[in-house]
């Protein structure tokens, strides 16, 4: 048995610390729910602000999971709390970071280019035994992991969003993904509480390969005049029992990241119509109005 992995018959890389980068809606997520199950984390971003925000924001998530399930063992609850926040350090600097670390997950912006220079970089300084994970959405895992030398320890871990709350994670494995490694990333899913599902490295795996087109379907009939964006909302949440309608729930990931996806799938599909641009969506994004994250999006917030 090599240093680091499992003695179990299933052999996979035990998961001790774990760096995230990106420190936004997602990279927050995931740090709390690595660090409340007792992993080291190291949450990074070029940010130093958005870094604080984030730790703040999982303080006080997590002062509300406190609340709820110590109500009646507030000692015992204030202990998860410390022992937690304990788990999560900061960094700006991801070269110095994952040369300790035994898994990367990266949740940064979804553009190809900025993550394979990120995992081209990385890929230098990391340990051999590390594992790198992409989030990404939309993009090719194989086409990320191109930028590094260790295909067969690279793989797509791809969560939910809020990340605390949504229960699946997609475990994608490439042509080139060792057993180990995706053997890992099933372990380390579980170990953080998640259900997982195998995907292939097809575009969008499961879950957004089905939702986008989806979302993006309810925007044309809009942008068609068909119905009204509240109209289409309370339709999909009470005529389907979904907890949110299209346009809310593109407000929650964010219209930069709607349109990141819709980019890269119209530029690779220019003759399917599932993925053709969108004017509102468009113009949405060129005026700076990402949903939720920015206080306006298809709804005003706050
Ligand atoms: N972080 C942590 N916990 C949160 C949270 C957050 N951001 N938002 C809500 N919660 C918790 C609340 O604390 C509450 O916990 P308890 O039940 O223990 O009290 C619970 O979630 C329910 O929250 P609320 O009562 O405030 O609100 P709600 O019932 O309206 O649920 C929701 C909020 C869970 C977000 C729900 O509206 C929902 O499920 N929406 C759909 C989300 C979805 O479809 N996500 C997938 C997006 S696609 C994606 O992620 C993939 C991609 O690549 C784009
Ligand atoms: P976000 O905009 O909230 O956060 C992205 C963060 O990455 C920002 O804080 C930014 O400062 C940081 N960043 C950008 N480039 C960086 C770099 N080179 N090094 C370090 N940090 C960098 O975005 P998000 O919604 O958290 O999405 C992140 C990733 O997760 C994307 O790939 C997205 O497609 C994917 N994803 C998003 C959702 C969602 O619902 N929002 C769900 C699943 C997956």
Same mark, same amino acid.
């Given at each position: ?134 989030? %990404? +959405? /939309?993009? &090719?895992?194989?086409?990320?992991? #191109?930028?590094? $030398?260790?295909?067969?320890?690279? !793989? ?17 494995? %490439? +042509? /080139?993904? &060792?057993?180990?490694?995706?053997? #890992?990333?099933? $372990?380390?899913?579980?170990?953080? !509480? ?109």
């Amino acid at each position: 048995i090599c240093r680091g992995l499992s003695s179990s018959a299933v052999r996979h890389v035990v998961i001790k610390h774990v760096t995230i980068i990106g420190g936004g809606q997602m990279g927050a997520g995931i740090a709390q729910v690595a660090a409340s199950t007792g992993h080291a984390v190291t949450l990074v971003d070029t940010n130093e602000d958005i870094l604080k925000k984030a730790v703040k924001g999982i303080e006080g998530n997590l002062k509300r999971v406190v609340k709820k399930k110590f109500a009646d063992k507030p000692e015992a609850g204030e202990e998860f709390l410390q022992k937690a926040m304990q788990n999560v350090s900061i960094s700006t600097d991801a070269g110095s970071v994952v040369q300790g670390t035994d898994l990367v997950v990266e949740a940064i912006v979804e553009n190809l280019k900025v993550k394979q220079d990120l995992f081209g970089g990385l890929d230098k300084v990391a340990p051999a035994h590390t594992i790198f994970a992409s989030n %990404t +959405s /939309s993009l &090719s895992i194989t086409d990320i992991a #191109s930028s590094t $030398n260790r295909l067969d320890r690279f !793989g797509g871990l791809h969560f939910f969003n809020p990340v605390p709350v949504m229960r699946l994670v997609e475990v994608i494995a %490439t +042509s /080139s993904t &060792s057993q180990e490694t995706f053997d #890992s990333l099933l $372990n380390f899913s579980k170990m953080l !509480g998640k259900t997982s599902v195998s995907c292939k490295d097809t575009p969008g795996f499961i879950v957004n390969r089905l939702l986008l087109p989806y979302i993006l379907d309810a925007v044309r009939m809009y942008e068609r005049g068909d119905g009204s964006k509240e109209d289409i909302d309370i339709a999909m949440k009470l005529g389907c029992g979904y907890p949110m309608g299209p346009f809310e729930l593109s407000d929650y990931v964010g219209l930069d990241t709607m349109k990141f996806i819709m980019d890269g799938w119209s530029a690779a599909n220019p003759d399917n119509p599932m993925f053709a641009q969108s004017e509102v969506l468009n113009k949405l994004v060129a005026e700076g109005k990402f949903g939720k994250k920015t206080g306006e999006g298809f709804y005003k917030y706050k």
